[in-house]
């Protein structure tokens, strides 16, 4: 399983109590007040972190809390500081609250750090109310109540190009000759069931880009149906689409009309996902039904530019990869 959305109730640290306390010594009869204060409780903090992959520490084990500030104590000791509790998550998280669809903060860049819940502060201790007029101090104060709240991660995965196609298609073929990943590749639809991000190299020039295959799209993604809409969230935070269509007509499923229940579930699902730029590749042209299927696609969008390739004979790639990053650059 892979969570990519999952509810984390969070906590801060309470402050520790102050003292009250009074020197007591052989020979010093009114020894003063000498109670400390209490220490800061924890604050939540969230931190990005490369090295993990989805949300499911959280979908396991859904409540965090950092440690309380310690009471002071009597000879003047202040209480110790409650340890921060660090929630990692992946980079591309979305942050917001249980009860309404505020975004409360999104952590974007690796290793970005936010404090999200602030500790309680320590209570006073009683040698902190010392004055003239009062040299013998009883009041302390409590610590107060470290922030909380209940949130929903949600994870939208980060690549320049996100690819879109229906099951089968060939996208983790793909994503597996273009890129260093390595994602299982089969002949039966939705083999992919999480996404993956590959980094596909331009070695001629120390160049990079990065691209997420995301499991197949069907008719009705848009209302979930499939593993729909939970999987077009990934292709929210990518510049380009890429989209990639069976010309082998597979599954006897006909390109052309893929082409277009494709664009419509983008459509559905977000006018702003639907209005990025977006790339079409048709795959499968070493199969023999591609070579018309490709000439149907020119002729009916000749105003769209169409890649012929083959994933599986890495036969058309150079194109297809120059055009992407000329796009994002
Ligand atoms: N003939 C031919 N077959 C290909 C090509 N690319 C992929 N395939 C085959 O198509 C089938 C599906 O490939 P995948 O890469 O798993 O397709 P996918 O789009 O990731 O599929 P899902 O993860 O199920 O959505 C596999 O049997 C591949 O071997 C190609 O260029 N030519
Ligand atoms: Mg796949």
Redesign the pocket.
Known sequence: MFYDQTKVILKAGKGGHGCVSFLRQKYMPNGGPNGGSGGTGGDVRIVADVNVGDLRAFHFNPQWKAKNGEPGRGGDQNGKGGEDCIIKVPPGTVVQLRDSDEIVCELLEPDQEITLLEGGRGGRGNATFKSSVNQTPRQFTDGSPGQEGDYVFTLKTIADVGLV?F???????LLNTLSNASVK???Y????LFPTVGVVEYPEDYDRITMA?V??LIEGAADNRGLGHRFLRHVERCEIILILLDL?STDQRDPLEDFLQLRTELDNYDSEVAAKSFVVAG??M??PASAENLERFRHAYPEIPIFPI????EEGLTELKADLRSRLR
Do not use: C, Q, W, Y
């Open positions: 196609g099951p089968n298609a060939g996208k983790s073929t590749v089969d002949s639809p939705f083999t992919t295959d499991p197949g082998a795959n499968k070493d199969e083959s994933a599986i004979l």
